[in-house]
């Protein structure tokens, strides 16, 4: 009976807000063949908040991700807005699906991005859900681990007070491996998802918004995420997160096809 009701509050969370044809169309599409390929198992999502603003943040393994993600938020009613980087807003089709779904464009490394900002906490304190992979793109650690975060998140986080629900997750890599676009059909794929408690910053909220004080709320944000990722995965991340610019790793782009095109150079 309980499952029945919750079910039923989510039902009626989503069609309050009108999701648009984009979002509609795209879980039409995009759910029944993510979930045939892969088992999914999901904990603590009643840790999700039903309404109200809030910034969830997640870890990044896969192009599947959002997808995968969408899924566990739209099954507790709620609409996810994500913030993705704006080449994929000028696609034909993905652009017209991204529009019509609300989501919002970020122009990485750039001037630009504060306009993301500015558009994400405004999503917020209206009461919305925003989706937020703080290490801005596919990690690059070898090992797939959680690298070292950026600051919107927490940014956001700051400027709203809203709260910050944590979710790590394993296993979409093994049905799309990173900067794959061909999923691998068999064996059929594992997706733990686990969300954990809202991650505490209220010490920071009355402090000015310095480099330190948002790092600080950075590294939270960041433990917490890989708290639940050491969890699923049954093992211990690095003590250090991977930082790409310390690498030598461009923080955009395929960076597998970055080295192929090193080797080329060094060949000629």
Request: aromatic fraction near 6%; include cysteine.
């Amino acid at each position: 009976m309980a499952e029945k009701g919750w079910a039923a509050g989510a039902r009626r969370r989503r069609a309050a807000q009108r999701p648009g044809w984009g979002f509609t169309l795209g879980t039409l599409l995009l759910l029944p063949p993510v979930r045939a390929l892969s088992r999914r198992e999901w904990s603590g999502v009643e840790k999700i908040p039903e309404t109200g603003g809030c910034i969830v943040v997640l870890n990044h393994v896969s192009h599947l991700d959002p997808i995968m993600t969408g899924d566990l938020l739209w099954s507790r009613g709620r609409l996810p807005r994500y913030l993705a980087k704006k080449a994929l807003f000028t696609t034909p089709v993905v652009g017209a699906f991204l529009r019509n779904a609300r989501q919002i464009p970020v122009e990485r490394l750039s001037t630009h991005a504060a306009d993301a900002y500015s558009a994400a906490v405004a999503a917020v304190e209206a009461g919305e859900l925003l989706a937020v992979y703080p290490e801005g793109t596919l990690t690059r650690d070898p090992d797939l681990w959680p690298m070292r975060g950026k600051s919107g998140a927490a940014r956001i986080a700051l400027a709203t007070r809203a709260p910050v629900i944590p979710v790590g997750h394993w296993g979409a890599h093994t049905t799309l491996p990173p900067y794959s676009a061909v999923p691998r059909l068999w064996p059929r794929g594992r997706i733990a998802m686990k969300v954990g408690d809202p991650v505490d910053l209220a010490d920071l909220y009355d402090r000015e918004p310095t480099r330190e004080v948002v790092d600080e709320a950075t590294d939270r944000i960041m433990a917490a995420v890989v708290a639940i990722v050491e969890e699923l995965r049954q093992a211990e991340a690095p003590p250090e997160r991977y930082d790409p610019h310390r690498s030598g790793v461009k923080e955009i782009g395929n960076p597998t096809k970055q080295k192929r095109t090193r080797r080329k150079k060094d060949r000629a």
